[in-house]
Every structure is written in C-alpha cells, then in structure tokens.
C-alpha cells in the first residue's frame, strides 16, 4: 500500500529552523516528482515547493523562497523540506505529495497520493 509519512514537524520560535521528511513506502519515489503544500487554519491550501524526480530542478513558492529548500534522496525514498528564518505565518499543516505528472506543478489536482501532514508551529 502506497503511503507517505511526514516527520520534523514542531514547534520553533520566530528566525528558527525545522527540517521535514517524507518518507514514501510502495511506491519508487524516483518514479515520482514530488510537492510540499501547506495548510493553516481557514486558509486555503498552499503549495510550497516541488522537485522533479532526479531532483534535477526545483520550485517554490512566492512566500518561503529565499527561505525553504526542497531535495529528495531516492535512495532512501525520502523528500525533505529545509526551512529556516520561520515566520509566525508559517504555522500550518505541512503535506508531501507524490504526482505522476511529467512536470513539476503547483496544483494539488496534480498530486495522486499525499501524506497526513505534519504541524509546524513558530511563535513570535
């Protein structure tokens, strides 16, 4: 069964770092490119960053660039997502996703299987 499951999510103060990983099992994540969306409360759902599947070229968001990283090692079947200088406005449930699309894409219709998120907190 395909599943994708998010770790390093917490609680971090204002200027800090968190570092995410999404680790995929029953699926080859080489064969996929894969996305980090978020969501916070009463806000609609947010794509964050993208990476292709050799990890060849990346994408993100207006607001974390500068900021965040998205890499993958598919060895390890894993998608990490570095985020430093964390602003209150980051807080929000972080989703990884897997698209079987032949480019990267900001749309979550693109995105076949997603994880349940992990919830990232940074305080002022």
């Known amino acids: 069964q395909v599943q994708l499951v998010e770790s390093g999510g917490g609680s971090v103060q204002a200027g800090g770092s968190l570092r995410l990983s999404c680790a995929a099992s029953?699926?080859?994540?080489?064969?996929?490119?894969m996305g980090w969306f978020r969501q916070a409360p009463g806000k609609e759902r947010e794509f964050v960053a993208a990476?292709?599947?050799?990890?060849?070229?990346?994408l993100h968001g207006d607001s974390v660039k500068g900021r965040f990283t998205i890499s993958r090692d598919n060895a390890k079947n894993t998608v990490y997502l570095q985020m430093n200088s964390l602003k209150p406005e980051d807080t929000a449930v972080y989703y990884c996703?897997?698209?079987?699309?032949?480019?990267?894409?900001?749309?979550?219709?693109?995105?076949?299987?997603w994880g349940q998120g992990t919830q990232v907190t940074v305080s002022s």
């Open positions: 996703a897997a698209a079987v699309t032949y480019y990267i894409s900001r749309r979550a219709f693109d995105y076949e299987y």
């Open positions: 029953g699926l080859t994540l080489s064969n996929y490119n």
């Open positions: 990476v292709t599947k050799n990890g060849g070229l990346t």
